[in-house]
């Protein structure tokens, strides 16, 4: 067995303070705009208090997370705890699904029945939310190097542009009066909340059900491997992601009848090619020298088996 130890230094510890002063501040102005709202009758103010929640939440996942990625793998979890992160960034992304259509009916509903709002505290207390996530974004982007971090990134980038609106909204109600602009508003910031978390939602949910990588495609590998002189055909061809950062690969792959002594240089030539082209570090190639007939996989008869001579090879 041959196991991974998950990254961890001075760059984890890093994230791991962005995360908790991020943390800190964020419950911070869900209780100051969550209070400001009651105060103000503003579903916008409240709409951001739900969602500045709902991104303490996500950062309290991906401080989680993060904690479980460091960890080393050991014999019960082989690859380590990669996927921590994976699992956390589609809770988060699924949690803004339904805060964006929950926002969404309650603002078609005070469309129908406005309510008066005091635009002032809405500015105010949404211009302080403006400093505060604009902050805690520009320090998750210096630290997002996998979908987990960029989900929470993608949390706070939208809670900046969202609040900013807020304090236009609020212009908008102090100088026409109009208070439907609130609501109206309310919509603009779920429809926002949706888009941005729809592709973390796809792009985690492949990564769980493990899917074919982003950016890579099976007929791309398969002609790059068959292009390393000495191989036959490929075939059985399995590629899936551990994390958002790292894949894995299995496949079969027919060569002339050499002793493994000479098929050991044809290995070296395709994990580089995985490893330079494709990103792909951790490998399962079996060499065979028969066409095998696939039936869940590839099954050899046994009576073709003899004489057969394969070779398993790992990129380390």
Same mark, same amino acid.
């Given at each position: 067995m041959h196991v991974h130890a998950a990254p961890s230094g001075p760059g984890a510890k890093r994230t791991t303070s962005v995360l908790g002063f991020s943390l800190a501040a964020t419950l911070a102005y869900v209780v =100051?705009? @969550?209070?400001?709202?009651?105060?103000?009758?503003?579903?916008?103010?409240?709409?951001?208090?739900? $969602?500045?929640?709902?991104? @303490?939440?996500?950062?309290?996942?991906?401080?989680?997370?993060v904690y479980f990625?460091?960890?080393?793998?050991?014999?019960?979890k082989t690859f380590g705890?990669?996927?921590? %992160?994976?699992?956390?960034? @589609?809770?988060?992304?699924?949690?803004?699904?339904?805060?964006?259509? *929950?926002? %969404?009916?309650?603002?078609? $509903?005070?469309?129908?029945?406005? =309510?008066?709002?005091?635009p002032?505290?809405?500015?105010? =207390?949404?211009?302080? %939310?403006? =400093?505060?996530n604009g902050v805690i974004a520009a320090l998750l982007w210096g630290v997002a190097r996998d979908v987990n971090l960029r989900s929470a990134f993608i949390h706070m980038a939208g809670d900046t542009l969202s609040?900013?609106?807020?304090?236009?909204?609020?212009?908008?109600?102090?100088?026409?009066?109009?208070? *439907?602009?609130? +609501?109206?508003?309310s919509l603009v910031i779920a429809a926002l909340i949706l888009w941005s978390s729809a592709g973390i939602v796809r792009e985690t949910l492949n990564i769980l059900l493990e899917g074919t990588p982003r950016g890579i495609t099976l007929v791309a590998i398969r002609s790059g491997m068959e292009k390393v002189e000495g191989v036959v055909n490929v075939h059985d061809l399995h590629v899936w992601s551990l994390g958002s950062q790292s894949s894995a690969m299995a496949c079969h792959v027919?060569?002339?009848?050499?002793? +493994?002594?000479?098929?050991?240089?044809?290995l070296l030539k395709l994990n580089h090619v995985l490893k330079d082209h494709f990103h792909i570090n951790h490998t399962t190639i079996q060499f065979e020298h028969i066409c095998c007939e696939e039936l869940e996989g590839c099954v050899v008869p046994p009576e073709e088996m003899i004489g057969s001579q394969q070779h398993h090879g790992h990129a380390l």
């Amino acid at each position: 067995m041959h196991v991974h130890a998950a990254p961890s230094g001075p760059g984890a510890k890093r994230t791991t303070s962005v995360l908790g002063f991020s943390l800190a501040a964020t419950l911070a102005y869900v209780v =100051v705009t @969550f209070v400001a709202g009651l105060r103000a009758h503003s579903l916008a103010l409240l709409s951001e208090s739900g $969602h500045n929640m709902s991104d @303490f939440l996500a950062l309290l996942l991906s401080f989680v997370a993060v904690y479980f990625q460091s960890r080393p793998a050991n014999t019960s979890k082989t690859f380590g705890y990669q996927r921590a %992160g994976v699992l956390a960034a @589609f809770i988060n992304a699924a949690t803004l699904v339904a805060i964006s259509l *929950w926002i %969404g009916v309650e603002a078609i $509903h005070r469309l129908s029945s406005p =309510v008066a709002v005091q635009p002032k505290l809405m500015m105010v =207390v949404a211009a302080a %939310g403006v =400093v505060m996530n604009g902050v805690i974004a520009a320090l998750l982007w210096g630290v997002a190097r996998d979908v987990n971090l960029r989900s929470a990134f993608i949390h706070m980038a939208g809670d900046t542009l969202s609040t900013a609106a807020v304090i236009a909204g609020g212009g908008g109600i102090l100088l026409t009066g109009r208070n *439907w602009i609130d +609501p109206v508003l309310s919509l603009v910031i779920a429809a926002l909340i949706l888009w941005s978390s729809a592709g973390i939602v796809r792009e985690t949910l492949n990564i769980l059900l493990e899917g074919t990588p982003r950016g890579i495609t099976l007929v791309a590998i398969r002609s790059g491997m068959e292009k390393v002189e000495g191989v036959v055909n490929v075939h059985d061809l399995h590629v899936w992601s551990l994390g958002s950062q790292s894949s894995a690969m299995a496949c079969h792959v027919t060569i002339a009848d050499i002793p +493994p002594s000479e098929s050991a240089c044809i290995l070296l030539k395709l994990n580089h090619v995985l490893k330079d082209h494709f990103h792909i570090n951790h490998t399962t190639i079996q060499f065979e020298h028969i066409c095998c007939e696939e039936l869940e996989g590839c099954v050899v008869p046994p009576e073709e088996m003899i004489g057969s001579q394969q070779h398993h090879g790992h990129a380390l």
